[in-house]
């Protein structure tokens, strides 16, 4: 008889438990407040868009390269881009213009240009600041630093290319795009300017 009744209150105790989940369960699930979790992205801030225009995009030293490829004296092709802050708000602090991008490390120069012949240099007033010169990119540290924008200013920066003589280092006939890259360190943001070198 002792172990009847001890059977049937362990049969009841479990009875009782699996009763306990389930309302516990159902009173949870009907009445219990749903916490909901949720990730916030903060978007970082972005740089000034800018526009640009040139007084002539294209640099053209087909007489200055024979059929073989050589340059017989220095050459040297000025032209001008007049870059515009195209922000409402934003002023463009300390900006460089380069022929590179630092953000990806990508070259402005197609491989038939980067030969040691080929120069490429800003000019502020009467002084030349090489960016591309003996066959190197001129890193970001050392490149000259242009003026501030506020919204809407403009910069007109005269930028210099020169083949330099030299033996069979060019290709004729050729038409390369190139892209210097107008940097903003602020953001850590570069933009694309493009221009054409045709020999």
């Not at 699930?29 to 007084?55: C, G, K, L, N």
């Not at 802050?85 to 953000?103: E, F, S």
């Amino acid at each position: 008889m002792a172990n009847k009744i001890g059977t049937m209150s362990i049969a009841l105790l479990v009875v009782g438990i699996i009763l306990g989940f389930g309302v516990g369960y159902w009173y949870v699930s009907e009445y219990a407040p749903t916490v909901v979790y949720q990730t916030q992205y903060i978007q970082a801030p972005s740089a000034a868009e800018i526009v640009y225009s040139w007084d002539n995009s294209t640099y053209n030293f087909t007489t200055a390269v024979d059929a073989n490829g050589s340059v017989a004296t220095d050459t040297s092709i000025t032209n001008n881009v007049t870059i515009t802050n195209d922000d409402d708000t934003k002023t463009i602090t300390g900006p460089k213009l380069l022929l590179y991008d630092p953000t990806t490390n990508k070259d402005g120069l197609p491989s038939g240009l980067e030969v040691e012949a080929f120069e490429v240099d800003i000019v502020i007033g009467s002084t030349t600041y090489p960016i591309y010169k003996d066959g190197e990119y001129i890193s970001v540290d050392n490149a000259p630093t242009l003026s501030d924008l506020t919204p809407g200013a403009s910069t007109t920066v005269t930028i210099q290319i020169t083949m330099e003589q030299s033996t069979e280092q060019f290709k004729d006939a050729t038409t390369y795009t190139c892209y210097l890259y107008f940097y903003e360190p602020e953001y850590q943001d570069s933009q694309k300017i493009t221009f054409t070198v045709t020999t």
